[in-house]
């Protein structure tokens, strides 16, 4: 079973708006990270963060984690149409293997 | 990236044939991955190895074998393909670096293969 599940599954906004998505996992982890995939091709790790770690920044990207109620966010502000992509959590809960979601299909319209 | 590549992009073949799928990196990573990916499944691991001499099973081995010849080649096999295989398959290697206070295990992804079994 999938440790990762993201909400939405499919999520379609205006250039320019903010995309928020989000992922739920079930065991504790030792950390989080968020991956872009391009239609058909290999994933690109965008930002990880701890498990001691509540919010972390990366240019327009903002991910936060609650490890209380096992969840995170993925905040993409002042979306662009280049941002169109499916986004995947991982988790890694010690092992150094990583746990991946069934991913969020982000489509920004121009 | 460039830097993890796969071999070859695209196969088409039939059932019970055996298939090898090969992956290389230049990044100089000792953890290397292969993942299978359906459609509003996501990924899942097949096989991990966390050195030449260390190789895993990850949630879905069965009908795969792995291979990794080099710290730099990680090859997998489906000794009888089966139509259920058809999926796109990842490498990845990952950059573990074992922080004190967490660790940092970047995953870096090859482009992928698309396996048509028929």
């Known amino acids: 079973s999938q440790q990762g599940e993201e909400d939405p599954q499919a999520l379609s906004i205006q250039e320019g708006e903010n995309a928020t998505m989000n992922c739920s996992y079930k065991?504790?982890?030792?950390?989080l990270q968020w991956y872009r995939q391009n239609s058909g091709r290999g994933l690109v790790h965008l930002i990880l963060?701890?498990?001691?770690?509540r919010e972390k920044h990366s240019g327009r990207l903002r991910v936060t984690l609650d490890t209380s109620k096992k969840s995170s966010s993925l905040l993409i502000t002042a979306s662009r149409a280049a941002d169109t992509a499916s986004y995947f959590c991982a988790t890694s809960s010690g092992t150094y293997k990583y746990i991946f979601g069934t991913g969020t299909r982000l489509k920004v319209l121009a | 990236d460039a830097d993890v590549t796969q071999t070859p992009r695209n196969r088409i073949t039939k059932t019970g044939k055996r298939i090898m799928l090969e992956c290389s990196q230049t990044?100089?990573?000792?953890?290397m991955y292969w993942y299978r990916q359906d459609p509003g499944l996501g990924l899942r691991l097949i096989y991990y190895s966390f050195d030449v001499k260390d190789i895993n099973k990850g949630e879905i081995s069965d009908g795969y074998s792995v291979s990794r010849q080099a710290q730099a080649k990680f090859s997998l096999s489906l000794e009888s393909a089966i139509p259920n295989q058809t999926a796109l398959y990842f490498c990845a290697t990952s950059d573990f670096t074992g922080l004190a206070g967490g660790s940092t295990d970047t995953q870096y992804f090859g482009p992928g293969t698309r396996l048509t079994v028929l």
């Open positions: 963060i701890r498990s001691n770690e």
């Open positions: 990044k100089g990573h000792d953890r």
């Open positions: 065991t504790s982890i030792n950390n």
